[in-house]
């Protein structure tokens, strides 16, 4: 089949590189590299599902989050600012 394709640069460098490797014209190059990427892409299994187990750090006796910025003077100084 005929067909146009506009290639982005970096993927026309990328098989260019390809092409002066592997000695190969244009065309078989381009076919190889579709076929080992949509061979790959369908045994490409999915990736686990990610859960977040919350935990409860607590918080230091004589400290709370009402006041953010009497917590960054305790933590860091007075000249955090």
Same mark, same amino acid.
């Given at each position: 089949?005929?067909?146009?394709?506009?290639?982005?640069?970096?993927?026309r460098?990328?098989?260019?590189?390809?092409?002066r %490797?592997? /000695?190969? *014209?244009?065309?078989e190059?381009?076919?190889?590299v579709?076929? $080992?990427?949509?061979?790959?892409r369908?045994?490409?299994?999915?990736?686990?599902?990610?859960?977040?187990?919350?935990?409860?750090?607590g918080? %230091?006796? /004589?400290? *709370?989050?009402?006041?953010?910025g009497?917590?960054?003077?305790? $933590?860091?100084g007075?000249?955090?600012?």
């Amino acid at each position: 089949m005929r067909t146009t394709l506009t290639l982005d640069e970096d993927v026309r460098a990328k098989l260019e590189a390809e092409m002066r %490797k592997s /000695g190969q *014209s244009f065309k078989e190059t381009v076919n190889e590299v579709l076929r $080992i990427g949509l061979q790959a892409r369908g045994q490409a299994k999915p990736a686990k599902r990610f859960k977040v187990r919350p935990r409860d750090l607590g918080l %230091k006796p /004589g400290l *709370s989050y009402d006041n953010i910025g009497e917590l960054l003077d305790i $933590i860091e100084g007075p000249m955090h600012r």
